[in-house]
């Protein structure tokens, strides 16, 4: 069975800085990577995925995937207070998914 | 906007009591996912299908069931509620695309037993 573990916070950062989500796996044979966000009472919703080593950006959001040291980070730039919310890191298991346990943002204002 | 529901979105009801939570999608994935989530906790799989007339349980053991008889719709059923059961259930959906395969999530059914 695949393991994904996240700290679970709560991480406090103040409005406007950088937050650094980070997400370990067990299963070496890992190939794709998947952030979630989801806001309290609400589903989550996909916001990024990575499948090669290094670097992706999209807008204020930066994940950083190291094959090597099985690990993914998710990065915030000029974090928002709607930005608080917990954040999923997700590995395909075959068919399904395994989701970590989630790390719960807070940003303040 | 992935279009996938679940209706009801709330739902109180008595202990022992048949309930049927639906889910839908007009996406045409094959793949379809039940999860339970208590509110601050982990995501946990029950239930989910490959396509049509395939059902699986998931890592977490319940006492729910599920059917697959259209692409479309995967409902749970629960035969007998419990105050146990009382929780968040979230149906998702996803199409194998090469290594990018992601999961769609309905918005939730929070059942209350009372």
């Known amino acids: 069975q695949k393991e994904v573990e996240q700290n679970s916070g709560p991480l406090s950062v103040p409005e406007g800085a950088i937050a650094s989500l980070n997400c370990t796996y067990s299963d070496r044979g890992s190939q794709s990577f998947f952030w979630y966000r989801q806001y309290s009472g609400k589903s989550p919703e996909l916001i990024m995925f990575i499948y090669s080593n290094g670097d992706k950006e999209d807008g204020r959001f930066t994940a950083q995937l190291n094959k090597a040291s099985q690990y993914v980070s998710l990065l915030i730039r000029d974090s928002q207070p709607s930005d608080s919310a917990t954040y999923l890191c997700?590995?395909?298991?075959?068919?399904?998914?395994?989701f970590g346990p989630g790390t719960r943002l807070s940003v303040l204002p | 906007e992935a279009d996938i529901y679940q209706t009801p979105r709330y739902l109180v009801i008595g202990t022992g009591k048949k309930i049927t939570l639906e889910c839908s999608q007009t996406?045409?994935?094959?793949?379809m996912y039940w999860y339970q989530q208590d509110p601050g906790m982990e995501l946990h799989l029950i239930h989910y299908s490959y396509g049509v007339n395939s059902t699986e349980k998931g890592d977490l053991s319940s006492e729910s069931t599920v059917s697959r008889i259209r692409t479309e719709h995967f409902p749970l059923t629960l035969e007998s509620a419990r105050p146990s059961h009382t929780s968040q259930y979230l149906c998702?959906?996803?199409?194998?695309?090469?290594?990018?395969?992601?999961?769609?999530f309905g918005p939730g059914t929070r059942l209350t037993v009372l």
């Open positions: 997700a590995v395909p298991n075959g068919q399904n998914f395994v």
């Open positions: 998702a959906s996803s199409e194998q695309k090469h290594i990018y395969n992601e999961q769609f």
């Open positions: 996406m045409g994935h094959d793949k």
